[in-house]
């Protein structure tokens, strides 16, 4: 079996196979045998480990996360390569070879718990790092732009790619649907249906922050981040056939790769790096550097490295350290904030609101959770508290006895903001929704294209032809060698006249 350790497996005390008890310590007599009125019942309610038994079973099950359910998670170290420090005070980026433990989750998105890994989808990318000024939280995917660009639009998305209300079943229909209806989906839509939508492992995709992220130094000045994890593993992917296959014989290929490859000793590694904008560019750029479904270029804005992160332990125990881990962008430590990216912004409130409710008010105790610095927050009580309570510490604020004061010497640089308050439409700021994934179209060689259209076919599977005919005059408004691919891959033909861009209603 994998990964059992039977010297793991004894008692911790010495005694060789350890002695049951009740959940309060006291011993359990017999583990098999009911307590009955004669040898054919009826039970007695005072088998109290027959209830404990029962009523544990019936609450193992804690809600799974309501998108990114099915994930594995490891544990490693970050180390500093490069030198960011005149960009941000965070202490743990303040030198090279400057070591800090980390935790890794990723992800597919779209199935549930017991979902196939080898699916198409995009992968999650959550990284958690222990600093020792609170946990950082890096929660981003396996591809460098989003499906929208408006929160508005988040849980519409999930409703579309999950199942179906009324058949239970995952809709192309739904899917498409609402993909071709927003045309800012289509970059995203174009990395899902080409190689990057199945990667062989976790361990062979890169990772991107997807968003505009800041940094701030020492002396006040601010800078527009992107950050980018490149795999040193290389990138290795799966065709639709291949997956088909896999996800047959296992369906925890990811899974078990990344499990059994640490088991080796094989520690799969990351190169860490970021692009750098300071923070004035923003309004001089030339294009929205808050906008989650675009890129940023490479040649105005080049790598900067940071470092390399290393997964190097498998954890104990699965539901305790990767079930029970909780990421969120609203985790940040001094030297690394937001941005005005309104889709991030969102986030920060969805991601500990989940947790609160998945895994309790008192989730940033768990060990997984828990930062590796003094936490002195003054909240108390609440479901699962498990340390002491701040024991009998004054619990108010003001108060005449300096507890519970702020640090202002951690102040965030102001950030100038303007604009009048409306449901402002992005659409009327920036409708350029082909020019990037016509670039990410055409630097994909003929078979990639080829792969592109037969994907995109298959995965449109039985949608309306109408559907259908939109994504094709999308694919041709990107680049006629794209519509007429796809066109061709699911035997019809391009439009003569492209139909109106669907307009969005309020
Ligand atoms: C998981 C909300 C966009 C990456 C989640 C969860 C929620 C959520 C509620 C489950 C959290 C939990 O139960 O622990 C949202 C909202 C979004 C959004 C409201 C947009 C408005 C994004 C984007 C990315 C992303 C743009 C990547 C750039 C992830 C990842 C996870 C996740 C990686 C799994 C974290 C883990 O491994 O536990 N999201 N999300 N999400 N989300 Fe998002």
């Given at each position: ?13 010495g ?5 049951l008890t ?21 039970l ?8 404990e ?5 019936n ?24 030198d ?6 965070a ?9 800090t ?7 597919t ?14 992968r ?11 946990n ?25 790619v999950?199942?179906?209300p009324?058949t239970?079943m995952?809709?192309a229909?739904?899917?498409w ?9 289509f970059?995203?839509?174009t ?8 990667p062989?492992?976790y ?6 922050s997807?968003?505009?992220y ?15 994890f490149?795999?040193?593993q290389g ?7 291949e997956a088909a ?6 369906r ?7 499990y059994?490859?640490?088991?080796r ?8 790096m970021?692009q ?5 560019e ?8 808050f906008?989650l479904?675009?890129?940023?270029s490479q ?12 997964l ?18 609203s ?10 990216d ?19 008010v ?6 997984v959770n ?7 927050n003054?909240?108390?009580d609440?479901?699962g508290r498990?340390?002491?309570?701040y024991?009998?510490l ?21 950030l ?6 409306d ?32 994907n ?6 039985d949608?309306p ?42």
């Amino acid at each position: 079996m994998h990964g059992s350790n039977s010297d793991e497996r004894k008692c911790p005390y010495g005694h060789g196979a350890t002695p049951l008890t009740t959940q309060f310590g006291a011993p359990v007599v017999d583990n098999s045998n009911s307590y009955t009125a004669g040898p054919r019942g009826p039970l007695l309610m005072q088998d109290v480990w027959l209830i404990e038994k029962l009523a544990n079973l019936n609450r193992e099950v804690i809600p799974e996360r309501r998108m990114h359910a099915k994930g594995s998670g490891a544990f490693g170290t970050f180390t500093v390569t490069g030198d960011v420090s005149k960009y941000t005070r965070a202490k743990f980026l303040s030198e090279p070879g400057k070591q800090t433990e980390m935790f890794a989750r990723f992800t597919t998105v779209a199935g549930e718990r017991g979902a196939a890994d080898a699916e198409r989808d995009i992968r999650g990318f959550a990284l958690k790092f222990y600093t020792e000024e609170g946990n950082w939280d890096m929660v981003g995917n396996n591809t460098p732009v989003f499906f929208v660009r408006d929160p508005r639009h988040f849980a519409d998305l999930n409703k579309a790619v999950k199942r179906d209300p009324r058949t239970n079943m995952r809709s192309a229909t739904n899917n498409w649907d609402f993909w071709t209806l927003l045309p800012e989906a289509f970059h995203q839509v174009t990395y899902v249906m080409g190689d990057r939508g199945i990667p062989k492992s976790y361990r062979h995709m890169d990772g991107f922050s997807s968003h505009t992220y800041s940094f701030y130094n020492e002396a006040g000045e601010r800078f527009w981040v992107k950050w980018h994890f490149k795999t040193q593993q290389g990138h290795a992917h799966l065709t639709d056939a291949e997956a088909a296959q896999v996800v047959a014989g296992d369906r925890e290929s990811h899974q078990r790769d990344l499990y059994d490859a640490i088991e080796r000793g094989e520690f799969p590694k990351w190169k860490v790096m970021v692009q750098i904008m300071p923070e004035a560019e923003a309004e001089t750029c030339g294009f929205h550097p808050f906008d989650l479904t675009k890129v940023r270029s490479q040649k105005t804005y080049p790598l900067i490295e940071v470092g390399m992160m290393e997964l190097n332990r498998n954890p104990e125990n699965f539901f305790a350290d990767v079930e029970q881990s909780a990421f969120a962008p609203s985790n940040l430590i001094p030297g690394i904030g937001v941005s005005p990216d309104k889709m991030l912004q969102a986030r920060l409130f969805a991601y500990s609101d989940a947790q609160r409710y998945r895994l309790g008010v008192n989730h940033h105790q768990i060990p997984v959770n828990a930062a590796r610095c003094p936490v002195f927050n003054n909240h108390r009580d609440g479901q699962g508290r498990v340390d002491g309570n701040y024991g009998s510490l004054l619990h108010y604020h003001p108060n005449s006895f300096d507890q519970w004061q702020g640090q202002p010497e951690f102040r965030e640089p102001p950030l100038r903001l303007s604009g009048d308050a409306d449901f402002w439409d992005f659409r009327q700021d920036d409708d350029d929704y082909f020019s990037q994934p016509r670039a990410l179209f055409q630097l994909m060689d003929d078979a990639q294209k080829e792969r592109l259209f037969g994907n995109t076919a298959r995965a449109m599977g039985d949608a309306p032809d109408f559907i259908k005919q939109r994504h094709i005059d999308n694919c041709t408004r990107c680049d006629p060698a794209y519509g007429a691919g796809v066109a061709a891959a699911l035997g019809m033909s391009v439009s003569a006249e492209l139909s109106p861009q669907p307009e969005l209603a309020d």
